[in-house]
């Protein structure tokens, strides 16, 4: 274990959890998350894989216990099976308690064994709904039995997955319960979020924005919603569904402050640290690796990145208003 002393903000807040933005590239283009005619980072700018692991590496010595690689679509990198080899010596050691992807799952049926292999236990696969149709019209061309094909793989080879759905109002909005019953019913937890105003993707969000406490209100007339205590060291507040004893979440960033226990950090493909997913703050750590082999400097780095944390994020969606807080996408600072 680590002799050196773990990366505290100055809130008192200790960073645990890091995601790490492994492409901004993605193989779908999901209407809430992406503009159509996307145009993605020259290779150049990107992390090699190398440097992934040694910037991954410093936060684990500093007291990083859970890393979770996303994108962009994080099973479009090539070598991302090879990443999750090499990461896994943390796991081996100890030190990473555990290693986790959020995936599209469009390419999981590929990738599930090999995954599995490098000590992935659970993986998000984002899933907005079960209707064919609506699935490419929200993705622009998904095709869902490739997602459906690609958990069933992951469940095969021992790895658990957790849904995610994003609430979009006249999207999916009368599907919501339908999909409980079929996650809860295959054994998945699922988790809804809120869409967060990030990137420009050509549509005014309001117009889809559903705040959780409404979904959660309706589902809480006809199901028994048991708060749980349970985390997964994410923001998501979870129930007990009682009807179908599975587990429900919700990610509420625009109704709730969820900032006061963040333990988490977020790294770009470009290497920019974001400290917090809502504000423009970030240090450079790609400058850093490339400049120096030195350890001591990007520890030095991951110090003083730290210590400018902020409070929280300034999320907020009204109509008529610019309904873009952050304009960088999703899937640039990882989801
Ligand atoms: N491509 C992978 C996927 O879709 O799971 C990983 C990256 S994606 C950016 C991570 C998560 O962010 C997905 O669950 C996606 O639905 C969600 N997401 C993307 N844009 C969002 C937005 N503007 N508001 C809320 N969630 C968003
Ligand atoms: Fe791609 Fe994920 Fe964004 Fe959809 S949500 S466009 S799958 S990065």
């Not at 064919?132 to 021992?158: H, L």
């Not at 919603?225 to 060291?233: D, W």
Request: hydrophobic content about 40%.
């Amino acid at each position: 274990m680590s002799a050196l002393p773990p990366l505290v903000d100055k809130f008192g807040r200790q960073v645990t959890y890091l995601r790490v933005s492994v492409t901004d590239r993605c193989d779908l283009r999901c209407t809430y998350c992406m503009a159509e005619d996307m145009e993605f980072l020259p290779r150049k700018e990107v992390l090699s894989l190398e440097e992934i692991d040694r910037i991954a590496s410093a936060f684990i010595r500093r007291g990083v216990r859970k890393l979770r690689l996303t994108g962009g679509e994080p099973l479009v990198r090539r070598g991302i099976v090879g990443l999750a080899e090499r990461l896994s010596r943390h796991l081996d050691s100890g030190a990473l308690e555990e290693l986790t992807l959020t995936s599209n799952g469009n390419q999981l049926a590929k990738h599930a064994a090999g995954l599995a292999n490098a000590g992935v236990r659970r993986i998000n696969v984002s899933l907005d709904t079960l209707d064919a149709d609506r699935f490419r019209s929200i993705t622009r061309w998904g095709d869902i039995e490739r997602v459906k094909e690609g958990i069933a793989a992951a469940q095969a080879a021992g790895i658990s997955v957790k849904i995610n759905a994003v609430a979009l109002r006249h999207v999916n909005e009368d599907e919501l319960e339908s999909m409980m019953l079929w996650a809860h019913g295959a054994g998945h937890d699922l988790t809804f979020i809120e869409t967060m105003p990030m990137g420009d993707t050509g549509e005014d969000r309001a117009n889809h924005y559903l705040p959780l406490s409404v979904v959660r209100g309706r589902l809480a007339e006809r199901y028994e919603l048991t708060p749980l205590v349970y985390s997964t060291g994410g923001p998501a507040r979870y129930f007990q569904v009682e009807e179908t004893g599975g587990r429900l979440g919700f990610i509420t960033p625009l109704t709730h402050n969820f900032c006061e226990g963040c333990n988490r950090v977020r790294l770009t493909a470009t290497g920019q640290l974001y400290m917090c997913l809502g504000q423009e703050d970030r240090a450079d750590l790609r400058a850093v690796v490339r400049a120096s082999e030195d350890e001591g400097m990007l520890d030095a780095a991951l110090d003083e990145a730290i210590s400018r944390k902020p409070k929280g994020h300034d999320f907020v969606i009204e109509r008529g208003a610019s309904s873009i807080s952050t304009p960088r996408h999703m899937s640039f600072t990882g989801g």
